[in-house]
């Protein structure tokens, strides 16, 4: 069975850091891109960050230089570092699987599958 499952969100000052992690099964990492996204309160989902062999690692949001992905291919994982958290990061972040091997934008729509979504706040 496929799956998609994050973890690693929480309550953390502003300034600070959090490491999200997106543990997959049911395919091989290596064959798919996958993505961060996030969706905030009274906003649509946006792509954040995408990661493949392919397409390396792909920031869509103005994010770069704050955070970072990454994977394990051994360890079925993609990672979001994010540091210098802001109040404006305050969101429930999700991964995603690509229908393909290279990383397809930062629309929804080529994502066909999708974690159930980790809390991040960013507030004193």
């Known amino acids: 069975q496929l799956q998609l499952v994050e973890s690693g969100g929480g309550l953390v000052q502003p300034g600070g850091s959090l490491r999200l992690s997106c543990v997959v099964s049911g395919f091989t990492l290596d064959y798919y891109a996958i993505a961060w996204f996030r969706q905030a309160p009274g906003k649509e989902r946006e792509g954040i960050s995408c990661i493949s062999r392919n397409s390396g690692n792909i920031y869509y949001q103005a994010v770069k230089g704050r955070f970072t992905i990454s994977r394990d291919i051994a360890k079925t994982t993609v990672y979001l570092q994010m540091n210098s958290l802001k109040p404006e990061d305050t969101a429930v972040y999700y991964c995603?699987?690509?229908?393909?091997?290279?990383?397809?934008?930062?629309?929804?729509?080529?994502?066909?599958?999708w974690g159930q979504g980790t809390q991040v706040t960013v507030s004193t």
């Open positions: 995603a699987k690509s229908r393909y091997y290279y990383c397809p934008g930062s629309s929804e729509f080529p994502y066909d599958y």
